[in-house]
């Protein structure tokens, strides 16, 4: 078989058609992959830890295939390597969160949306680099190196799955999970040049899902291709009967209805414009020239403006810091993870050491979200925040009566440089001014690549209302029929 | 009423978090930064907004029924004796 | 809600009690499928990923908890709000997987079970009110066990999560009891309504838990904590109270504290740790969606068990039973059930329960093994007292026949027949037996005409000859009749 790099960039949905009808190895593109990764990695640092059994199964499935039997014509996955935020719980594959907390820890049980991806054949890689418990928006606070841009390795690859992102980018898996909770699988995309889903709140099980911050994140998806995207999507949602914030919905397929909607003529689109306002001229440039395509499509753009827009980030960050503090109240060695021998010390003084490996981002979230919950300021901080979050909900969901989906930049800027945002916290949260919406509200929000201006990566964003994946899945295999953007570097 | 030093070691004491001398003016300023961005909530009225929260009906949760775990908790504990987990004395 | 009626009390002690219930009758923990019987298994094995909080587990509520906790609540009176919340307590402790607890708090809304409720004493003639607070669901810590006697010199702990996540109901009363026996009235009907509902047995060890509040003369108040049964809390009262006492006739202040019960050398003592105050931080619990229960309540309501209060004014209607004697077959619930099965067999209900309280009672409470209602089932006791109204035993004999029956379980009519105790004389044999003793009794006979006294001696010897199988005061009458009156 002729070797072939570009081969590496293939669509998931085409790799699994080939593998099922024996015309490529899932061995030999297994290794192909592993071979990259052995080559490129060290370059950019996507990955912590890889899977050993990676080519056995690859192995097992060629097996299967030969075999002939009826069963892989349901695993729509089949063969596809796919790379795993180190946030999600894979058994028997260490699982670190990018924390010295957790730096040897296995995990007895798989997350749901893993046990679903392996039942359809795909084949988990690796697990990829993040920020420390998914706190940060560039993989720049990890304790296993930060995560370099593949297409400029001054760069960050941004977060905080810039582990996945990366990996994708540079040909290093076919498809990724990942995590959003304020814009974490979004903002990578973004930067990297490939597309992301952030789901619909409960629409795929948590259950695995390390927390951060439980209300507002989800299991994120990741991939070259919009129906690569709907192709993860139908394999993982659906009800968890493991998770009581999983919403009752099963079955539902979003690939093969792709090319349904073939005129978005009469829909409206809406732009914020307090939010594009506040994007830099580069970022504006693209999106401008996205919203032309909309147009070609049959939207109708209209600008509006969104009174609660002002609160929403300093709303997440409260939400967030403050479920962060309890969620991460976990790790105290007792039980798993990084410890020391107890005999002789005294439990607090135990329990303060062992908590000291967590980097200092993730201190700085803990203690500040101690702050917003300690007596007497739980009125003024989480409460508001919550109501906040309820406004801008309400907002967006009256949006939504008369527009189809939402319109803006996925960044306010292109990629930064490595370095240029870890010394002031504020300077950081800010680029994820136009992410946190559709965390805050629950609803869905997709980033595709619409431009690369002077070599870097720039993502379109479009929300919709709950549970409307299919609509944004359709109009982003439109968008990308027109407007194909490079999605991986040479 | 700003973040002082004394403030952000009884949140780190509350916390279970050891910081290190040097660290904690910096720690102290980042920390009062951010509570000062947050300050802006202070313009929203209780009285804007319900929270909103997901609900479920009673009938929608787990039944009463048993199910034995068979993997072995303690593969990943480092500190057991005798099946107990070993932790540090509370006194 | 009725206020408490408070009696004044020239000691002016003011009690409260905090009380955690396990579901016992749950079959799996409160957020987890693992088993609720976790008692006597070896450590660290009644356990699961979510119970040991590993990283990426999210609670399962169960719903049947929450079905008991609603009976709960409405056993008790309280008012029930239309949605449940569920908060979590924040606190680091080796007990608690999570470093927090999932449970309910009312500071910011109404978010637990039951509130403003109450359960009636009898107090004799005075009907005495104990309101109840609140009433929450929440989930239990592991278990601590230290290496030596002596926490302080112990090294480390060891800690057993098996317990860690068993479904807790807890019930906070207001300081409305007066005295150390209104709380031991108090919580034997607390044992009881839970025992009638089905939903705790509280004799299982560990079951229940109860912390109280002391305080005496408006002197500060004082937290008992540890205290491990029903049992052992009117002894940690008494003590307590009697320690306050002491303190403020020595002229010391009573200080404001926790203290925690030693039920091995029974007194109270100062917590070992330094009780700093403690910042729960609250806020709700994001992973359990709010939950609706409107219309459940209703229904739980009307398929509620009968409650003991009910079963005691039903007693008293069906089977004319008296209070007092229907109270005491209620408080014990195998002895009430058994006591309506012995009356579908023979419906002397009166008779039965006094057999039932003043002689099979006796044998039960006795009965480490619990061997006797084995052996004594209804028929019996039907059987025994159906011998009795048809006079073919007497009560003396009952009462032998009793003792027998409960060591080998023979039923009434084959011990009678077994052990030759025949039935009772007919009036024309004691006739004979009775003439036959005036006739070789000469001396007492003729005592017997000055001297009542006489006739016992008489009655004896006739009783003698007929092998006690003779109602003593039919043969008095007999004797009298014919030494009297005939000659």
Redesign the interface.
Same mark, same amino acid.
């Given at each position: 078989m002729v070797i072939n790099m570009s081969i590496l960039n293939i669509n998931a949905y085409e790799l699994v058609e080939d593998i099922s009808n024996g015309s490529i190895s899932a061995e030999d593109f297994t290794a192909r992959i592993l071979e990259r990764i052995s080559k490129y990695d060290k370059r950019i640092n996507a990955y912590i830890t890889l899977n050993n059994n990676a080519l056995d199964i690859a192995r097992e499935i060629d097996k299967e295939v030969k075999s002939n039997n009826g069963k892989i014509r349901s695993k729509i996955l089949l063969g596809v390597p796919i790379a795993i935020k180190d946030?999600?719980?894979t058994k028997g594959i260490r699982?670190t969160?990018a924390s010295k907390v /957790?730096e040897d820890?296995?995990? *007895?049980?798989d !997350?749901t949306v893993v046990s679903r991806i392996k039942a359809h054949g795909a084949i988990i890689i690796g697990k990829t680099n993040m920020d420390e418990f998914g706190m940060g928006s560039s993989t720049e606070f990890s304790a296993f190196g930060v995560t370099r841009n593949p297409w400029d390795t001054t760069r960050v690859a941004g977060g905080s799955s810039g582990g996945s992102a990366a990996a994708l980018a540079a040909s290093e898996a076919v498809l990724a999970l990942g995590s959003d909770t304020g814009g974490s699988v979004r903002c990578p995309a973004s930067f990297c040049s490939v597309l992301a889903l952030k789901p619909t709140y &409960?629409l795929l099980s @948590?259950? &695995? /899902?390390?927390?951060y911050a439980? $209300?507002l994140e989800c299991v994120g998806l990741m991939a070259r291709s919009a129906r690569d995207l709907a192709l993860l999507l139908t394999a993982t949602a659906g009800y968890d009967? %493991?998770?009581?914030?999983s919403i009752?919905i099963n079955n539902n397929d979003y690939y093969s209805n792709l090319d349904n909607i073939n005129s978005f003529n009469g829909m409206k689109a809406a732009v914020i414009k307090d939010i594009v306002d506040n994007c830099n001229d580069e970022v504006k440039k693209a999106f401008y020239d996205s919203l032309d395509i909309l147009k070609d499509l049959g939207f109708m753009i209209e600008e509006i403006h969104l009174e609660s827009v002002? %609160?929403a980030l300093?709303?997440y %960050? *409260?939400i967030a810091m403050?479920?962060a $503090?309890?969620n991460l109240? @976990?790790y105290?060695g007792?039980?798993?993870g990084y410890?020391m021998?107890?005999? &002789?010390? !005294?439990?607090?003084?135990? #329990?303060?050491?062992v @908590? $000291?490996m967590?980097g200092?981002e993730v201190?700085?979230r803990?203690? /500040?979200g101690?702050?917003?919950?300690? $007596?007497g300021y739980? &009125?003024?901080? #989480?409460?508001? !925040?919550?109501?906040?979050? !309820? /406004?801008v @909900?309400?907002e967006l969901l009256r949006v939504f009566k008369d527009y189809s989906i939402i319109a803006i930049p996925t960044m306010p800027i292109p990629p930064f440089k490595i370095g240029e945002r870890i010394d002031d916290?504020?300077k950081l949260?800010t680029v994820d001014m136009c992410t946190i919406l559709a965390n805050l509200a629950g609803i869905p929000a997709l980033s595709i690549p619409c431009a690369i201006h002077n070599g870097l990566p720039i993502g379109l964003q479009l929300m919709a209302k709950h549970l409307d994946e299919q609509l944004l899945l359709c109009i982003a295999h439109a968008f990308e029929s027109i407007r194909y953007v490079k999605r991986c570097v040479d | 009423m700003p973040l002082d030093v004394d403030k952000v070691k009884h949140l780190a004491y509350l916390a279970r978090i050891s910081i290190d001398d040097e660290s904690i003016d910096l720690y102290a300023k980042h920390m009062d930064k951010v509570i000062e961005y947050f300050n802006i909530l202070d313009e929203i009225n209780s009285a804007d907004a319900e929270p909103y929260r997901i609900s479920k009906h009673i009938e929608e949760f787990r039944d009463d029924i048993c199910i034995i775990n068979n993997e072995d908790m303690l593969r990943i504990a480092k500190n057991v004796k005798e099946r107990f987990i070993k932790a540090p004395r509370i006194v | 809600m009725p206020s408490s009626n408070n009696n004044s009390n020239n000691e002016r002690i003011k009690i409260g009690l905090e009380i955690h219930c396990q579901l016992t009758a749950l079959k799996s923990k409160l957020f987890c499928p693992c088993s609720s019987d976790y008692r006597g298994k070896e450590p660290n094995s009644n356990v699961c990923p979510i119970c040991m909080g590993l990283p990426g587990t999210l609670p399962l509520l169960n719903k049947k908890a929450v079905e008991y906790a609603i009976m709960i609540a409405l056993a008790l009176n309280c008012s029930i709000p239309e949605r449940l919340v569920f908060y979590r307590k924040n606190y680091f402790y080796p007990d608690l997987p999570k470093n927090f607890q999932i449970t309910q708090y009312n500071s910011y809304e109404q978010a637990s079970i039951g509130s403003n409720g109450y359960i009636e004493l009898d107090n004799g003639d005075a009907k005495r009110i104990i309101r109840i607070r609140r009433i929450q669901l929440e989930e239990d810590p592991g278990r601590l066990v230290y290496e030596s006697i002596s926490i302080d010199r112990a090294n480390y702990t060891l800690v057993d999560y098996n317990r860690a996540g068993i479904a807790l109901v807890e019930i906070v009363t207001e300081p409305d009891f007066n005295s150390p026996e209104e709380v031991r009235v108090f919580l034997n009907k607390l044992a009881s309504i839970l025992e009638h509902l089905g939903v705790c047995n509280t004799e299982l060890e560990g079951a229940v838990r109860c912390d109280a509040n002391v305080s005496f003369a408006d002197n500060a108040k004082v937290e008992i904590k540890n205290i491990n049964s029903f049992k052992e809390v009117e002894r940690a009262i008494v003590f307590e109270i009697t320690r306050q006492k002491s303190l403020l006739a020595r002229g010391i202040k009573v200080t404001s504290e926790t203290r925690h019960w030693d039920d091995i050398r029974r007194i109270t003592i100062q917590s070992r740790a330094k009780e700093e105050e403690q910042d729960y931080r609250y806020f709700p619990e994001q992973d359990i969606p709010v939950v609706h229960i409107a219309d459940k309540i209703d229904v739980i309501r009307a398929g509620l068990p009968e409650l003991p209060d009910e079963k005691v004014s039903r007693f008293v209607r069906e089977y004319s039973l008296q209070e007092h004697t229907a109270r005491i077959l209620v408080n014990n619930m195998h002895l009430a059930d058994f006591f309506e099965e012995c009356v579908k067999h023979y419906g002397n209900a009166r008779e039965i329960a006094n057999w039932i309280i003043s002689d099979l009672k006796g044998y039960i409470d006795r009965d480490k093994d619990n061997i006797v209602l084995t052996r004594v089932t209804p028929k019996h006791i039907a059987e025994l007292v159906m011998l009795i109204d048809s006079n073919k035993i007497n009560r003396s004999m009952a009462k032998q026949i009793m003792r027998i029956m409960v060591s080998n379980g023979d039923m009434p009519s084959s011990i009678v027949k077994n052990m030759c105790i025949d039935s009772i004389a007919s009036k024309d044999e004691l006739r004979e037996i009775v003439k036959r003793v005036i006739i070789e009794e000469e001396k007492a006979v003729k005592d017997a005409m000055i001297n009542e006294k006489a006739f016992n001696y008489l009655l004896g010897k006739v009783m003698r000859y007929a092998k006690g199988r003779a109602e003593p005061t039919l043969v008095l009458e007999l004797l009298k009749d014919m030494i009297i009156n005939n000659k």
């Open positions: 946030n999600i719980s699982t969160c /957790l820890y296995i995990p *007895v049980y !997350a &409960g @948590r259950y &695995g /899902l390390i927390s439980n $209300s009967k %493991y998770d009581d914030t009752n002002k %609160y300093p709303a %960050y *409260v403050a479920e $503090s309890s109240a @976990r105290d007792i039980r798993y410890t021998q107890p005999d &002789g010390i !005294a439990w607090n003084t135990f #329990y303060s050491m @908590r $000291s967590f200092d201190k700085k803990i203690m /500040l101690t702050y917003i919950l300690s $007596s739980y &009125g003024k901080y #989480y409460m508001k !925040a919550q109501i906040a979050r !309820a /406004l @909900r309400d916290p504020l949260y | - | -």
